[in-house]
């Protein structure tokens, strides 16, 4: 007896379509994705950040910077003055010690000041002489043996005073000289501290504008290959939408249509993470990748 075999088949038309998807599908298995427009790309270094990497190069000591025209990075540092930014300081407050130190400080007016001082003791020291001759001749006393006593006595001690007037003034002039020496050593070893921190300052504020600038071009080129990348995975999320509405008619019920290609989900590049991340915390090493 005949056994009766029952072969299920689809409609027509879902079996043309079935035909038609899986040639399409071959057709573009075939075609090769050019994947060069959505590789991962770096932005290269911008002029904020080189001209910070610049100042703090300049701040050590070195030379002009180099920087490769494609990338931007440092490829190498010309010859420097090795002189750090605040050593001209240093060197100041250095000629501001030792024993003749003092010396540029003197006051050009000293000399007249004690030649002017000087000249008013005499002239009170002559006035003092006539009085005491005056007295003396009063007395019958000038001339004679007591009297030439006092005035020999008084000529000595004008000489005594005279010289000790000089020396005061000598010693004030040089006291006040040493204290404008100490108080310039002490300026320059401030400026010497200052003079680093505004320099970092600086550079810390160009770098961090320099890495907000240069997050902003990663993001740019991250989103350009992207919008590459879901472009060149368009036709593919077309077949599979066709898949997934064939499979459902041949199930008889209907399917979701679910993309799995990564092209649908934007994803950030490291680097793009990287400067969010330091974008607060901008620093000197980080100019030099250290």
């Known amino acids: 007896m005949a ?17 038609q998807y899986v040639d399409l599908a071959a057709q573009l ?13 770096v932005a290269g270094q911008n002029v904020l950040t080189q001209a910070a990497q610049q100042q703090a190069a300049t701040q050590a000591g070195l030379g002009t910077l180099q920087f490769d025209p494609t990338t931007g990075a440092v490829t190498g540092v010309g010859t420097g ?8 300081f240093l060197t ?26 000087l000249s008013e003791f005499d002239k009170q020291r002559q006035i003092a002489q006539q009085q005491l001759a005056g007295t003396q001749v009063a007395q019958g006393a000038f001339g004679q043996g007591r009297g030439q006593v006092a005035q020999g006595e008084f000529a000595a001690q004008s000489l005594q005073d005279r010289a000790l007037l000089e020396a005061q003034l000598r010693a004030q002039g040089l006291s006040q000289a040493q204290q404008q020496t100490a108080i310039a050593q002490q300026q320059q070893v401030g400026l010497a501290s200052l003079q680093p921190s505004l320099a970092q300052s ?3 504020q160009l770098g961090a504008a320099g890495t ?15 919008g590459a990348q879901m472009s060149a995975y368009e036709p593919y999320n077309r077949l599979q939408f066709l898949g997934s509405a064939i499979g459902g008619m041949l199930a008889g019920q209907p399917q979701p249509y679910m993309s799995t290609t990564s092209a ?21 090493g980080s100019l030099f990748g250290k």
Do not use: H, R
Not at 3 to 19: C, D, F, H, M, N
Not at 212 to 226: E, S, T, V, W
């Open 3 to 19: 056994e009766s075999v029952t072969i299920t088949k689809p409609a027509p038309y879902l079996e043309t379509a079935g035909q």
């Open 81 to 88: 003055t090795g002189v750090a930014g605040y050593q001209p």
């Open 212 to 226: 907000g600038n240069l997050a902003y071009q990663q993001a740019i080129l991250d989103a350009a290959a992207q």
């Open 202 to 204: 600086q550079i810390q």
């Open 92 to 117: 100041q407050a250095a000629a501001y010690s030792g024993p003749q130190a003092y010396q540029q400080f003197m006051s050009p007016y000293q000399e007249e000041v004690i030649k002017t001082s």
């Open 264 to 284: 649908t989900t934007p994803q950030t590049s490291p680097l793009s993470s990287a400067l969010s991340s330091a974008f607060g915390i901008y620093g000197l």
């Open 29 to 41: 298995a075939a075609q090769p994705i050019d994947t060069k427009p959505f590789a991962p790309t």
